[in-house]
């Protein structure tokens, strides 16, 4: 349904009537009437209207002259002329004016309805045309801001600095008053504030959310965004007892885990969050993950760098890198020369060709009930099976490489037996 104003300028009071009560309210416009002339010039200067309705004649002017005025206005407002039957030589001339149509007295509704619908086919338009350049100029915008952060994310070492302009982003791209972002903490699982962007220091802090009772942990556990609020809503209360009324969660995942929550909220503009804020603010959790998984990366590599250069530094100690079944991964020349194999020998071995029986047995009791959680272990014994079958014991102490909080690997620093316990 149409919803332009438009403007009657007519003294006909069966006319006015005719148009501003029965016509043009069920079709959807809304109605200015002026009677005379010089009030129909005023209302044009204060108003905007959508199209006009002019009579030819009307009792202090000339409908043409009025005509002349309006094409001189850079509003470029469509007009119709109401003449009498007879006159159609002035509408010719009202044409040559510029009008965009003309109504002959008597005239039916379905006839003011055609020629108001033909006459503003044009404007609608335009207007259509300069709000899909207002979206294509918004969303380019908006992808520059995505571009950016993208390549922060793949530049920035700093975790922490990539999520705060992830937050500043989201913020600026929804057109929010506040976003903050929230991880689960590896033990207890409950969401924790690790960036904000206007979030006041007192809400900041109680920005602490169970998982399992609140709407951001609904989000980290189902995966699935939440859009609430907007004008038809009243305030409502977050978990954290502070009030929005608008807000939008949208989770962070990673090979189908959740990491965290990203969102946004407006406290006081009524103003709600779209499918395009909820797309854009997705995108936006997608590269947050990517800067929790880069920097989990780069611990992964400094372990295995501290892991090379152990091996290097500890060169009179034999060293052998093992998985959780104590299959080996790496040894250094010393392990390998007193196992008697090559390294890509060992790196196809099985745990049971290089350890005995009850070692393996050993290690996984250990494992399940010790928990390691220190850098080295206490000393631990150990059963070397060389690669002609000898058993050799040894005493050794494990360095427990962890990914996401859990061991994956165990580095076996192993004091070398002496010569004379071998013979």
Known sequence: MAEENILII??????????????????????????????????????????????????????????????????EIPVIMITAYGSEAAAVEAFRIGARDYLIKPFSAEEVLRTIDRSLTEIRLRREKEALLERLGKRVQELSVLAAVGKSVANLTDTDQVLKRIVEAGVYITRAEEGFLMLAKPRSGDLMLRAAKNVEDKQAQ??????????????????????????????????????????????LRLQGRSLGVLSVDNQIASRSFDESDEYLLSVLADYAAIALENASLRSQVQQVARRYRDLGTHISELVIACDLE????????????????????????????????????????????????????????????????????????????????????LQWLIRPPAEEERA
């Open 10 to 75: 007519d003294d006909s009071r069966e006319i006015v009537s005719f148009l501003s009560k029965k016509v043009l309210p069920g079709a959807g416009y809304k109605v200015k009437v002026s009677m005379t002339g010089q009030s129909g010039l005023k209302s044009l200067e204060k108003e905007r209207p959508d199209l006009v309705l002019l009579d030819m004649e009307l009792p202090d002017a000339n409908g043409l002259d009025i005509l002349k005025m309006l094409t001189q206005d850079e509003r």
């Open 206 to 251: 109680s920005l602490h959310l169970r998982v399992e009772d609140s709407l951001a942990g609904k989000v980290f556990r189902d995966g699935k965004p939440i859009r609430l609020g907007g004008q038809a809503e009243r305030h409502f209360k977050m978990k954290t007892g502070y009030l929005v009324k608008a807000l939008l969660h949208v989770p």
């Open 326 to 409: 104590m299959n080996p991964l790496i040894a250094n020349a010393r392990a390998l020369q007193l196992l008697g194999y090559e390294e890509r020998e060992l790196r196809i071995l099985a745990a049971e060709h290089l350890f005995s029986a009850q070692t393996l047995s050993r290690v996984k009791v250990f494992l399940e009930k010790e928990h390691p959680t220190k850098p080295v272990t206490p000393p631990f014994p150990l059963t070397l099976i060389t690669k002609e079958g000898e058993e050799i014991e040894v005493e050794a102490t494990a360095s427990p490489l962890q990914k996401h909080r859990q061991i994956v690997e």
